[in-house]
C-alpha cells in the first residue's frame, strides 16, 4: 500500500514538475558523487540511485553513482559544479558553508545544500593479530595508511594527530592508499595499520577479520577524551559488540555523520522528487 501511495504521490509531484521543465525546473541525469567502490558511500550510493532510477518511468530522473575520493573531494566537485548530489562528511559540509572556517582543505563554497543525514561513520584503526599492537599509541614507528588526499579518512586521521601531537615523523612510512589498494596492502603484509570510517557491520571489516587476521586497535579513554576536546567535529560512535568475529564486546569510538549535499544549482523541482524517493531508504 505505501509503495502505490509512493507511486501516486510521484505522479502528481512529476506532472508538476515536467510541466515546468522548460522554465528549467526539471533535471534528467543526476551524477552522485560516492567513493571508493569498495567502501560503504558507493554502497549507499547504489542504493540511493537504484530508489531513484527504480521510478524513473514515472518521474524522469535518472541517477548515476559516480567513484570519488571521498568527502572532501565530494564538497569541491559539488563547488566546481562536476556533481549534481555527493555523500560527504557532515562537519566538512558544515565547514564550507561557514564564511568563518578556517579549514585550509576546503574552500567556502557559496550555494552548498544539506539534504539528509544518512548514517554514523565509526573512525576504526586495524593492526593484525600477531602485530603486538594492543592500543592507539603502539602505532608509532609503524607503517600506516592514512588514506588518499581528499578522503573523509585521510582529514580525520590527520586529526587525530594533531589532537596526539604526532607528526609524519613518528612513524616508519604514512601511505596515501585508496580503500581497494589498503585492503590488499595491509592483507599481503605491506602496511601495518589503516584508519577508516564505514558504517558497520560492513563486509570489508568482515573480510579484514577473517581472511587478514585483522583486529580493531582500541582508542583509551584518555585518547578519545584529548581528541574529542582538540577537535569538535569528532562525535562518540561506538561500535556495538558481535558485528564481527573476535569483537565480543562494545569498542569506544569517535567519528562523523554521513550526509546527502547538494548545491542551489539542483532545481527544487528535482529535489522534491529525490528527497520524496531516498526518504524510503533505510541507512545501512
Same mark, same amino acid.
Given at each position: ?30 551524477a552522485?558523487?560516492?567513493?571508493s ?5 558507493y ?9 531513484i ?20 573531494? +565530494?564538497?569541491? &566537485?559539488?563547488? $566546481?559544479?562536476?556533481? %549534481?548530489?555527493?555523500?560527504? /562528511? ?5 565547514? #564550507?558553508m ?7 582543505d ?14 554514523s ?32 579518512k ?10 596526539l ?15 581497494a589498494a ?17 558504517? +558497520?557491520p560492513? &563486509?570489508?571489516? $568482515?573480510?579484514?577479520? %577473517?581472511d587478514?587476521?585483522? /583486529? ?5 579513554? #584518555? ?6 576536546a582538540a577537535?569538535?567535529a569528532?562525535?562518540?560512535t ?15 569510538a ?13 532545481t ?8 520524496q ?8
Open positions: 500500500m505505501a509503495s502505490v501511495v509512493l507511486r501516486c504521490a510521484l505522479w502528481v509531484m512529476s506532472a508538476s514538475v515536467l510541466g515546468a521543465s522548460a522554465q528549467g525546473n526539471y533535471q534528467k541525469f543526476i552522485l558523487g560516492s567513493g567502490s569498495v567502501g560503504t558511500y554502497q549507499v550510493a547504489n542504493t540511493l540511485c537504484h530508489a532510477n527504480d521510478e524513473r518511468l514515472v518521474h524522469g530522473v535518472r541517477c548515476i553513482n559516480r567513484s570519488t575520493g571521498g568527502s572532501i573531494y +565530494n564538497i569541491k &566537485a559539488l563547488q $566546481a559544479g562536476q556533481l %549534481d548530489m555527493a555523500i560527504t /562528511r557532515r562537519d566538512l559540509l558544515d565547514a #564550507a561557514d564564511a568563518q572556517s578556517s579549514r585550509p576546503l574552500e567556502v563554497g557559496v550555494g552548498l545544500r544539506y539534504l539528509k543525514s544518512l548514517y561513520m565509526p573512525l576504526v584503526a586495524f593492526s593484525r593479530a600477531d602485530s603486538g599492537i594492543n592500543g592507539l599509541n603502539d602505532i608509532l614507528g609503524k607503517r600506516v595508511n592514512i588514506g588518499a588526499k581528499g578522503s573523509g585521510r582529514s580525520a586521521a590527520s586529526a587525530i594527530f594533531d589532537a601531537g604526532w607528526s609524519s615523523s613518528d612513524f616508519s612510512e604514512l601511505t596515501e592508499l585508496s580503500s589498503m585492503v590488499e596492502a595491509f592483507c599481503d603484509g605491506t602496511i601495518d595499520v589503516f584508519f577508516e570510517a564505514l558504517a +558497520n560492513n &563486509a570489508m571489516y $568482515a573480510t579484514i577479520i %577473517d587478514c587476521n585483522g /583486529r580493531l586497535i582500541e582508542m583509551s579513554p #584518555a585518547i578519545i577524551d584529548r581528541v574529542l577537535n569538535s569528532f562525535k562518540l561506538p561500535i556495538a559488540a558481535g558485528l564481527y568475529n573476535h569483537h565480543a564486546g562494545e569498542s569506544k569517535i567519528g562523523f555523520e554521513a550526509v546527502l549535499a547538494t548545491t542551489d544549482a539542483l527544487d523541482g528535482t529535489v522534491d522528487i529525490i528527497m524517493l531516498v526518504s524510503q531508504v533505510e541507512s545501512p
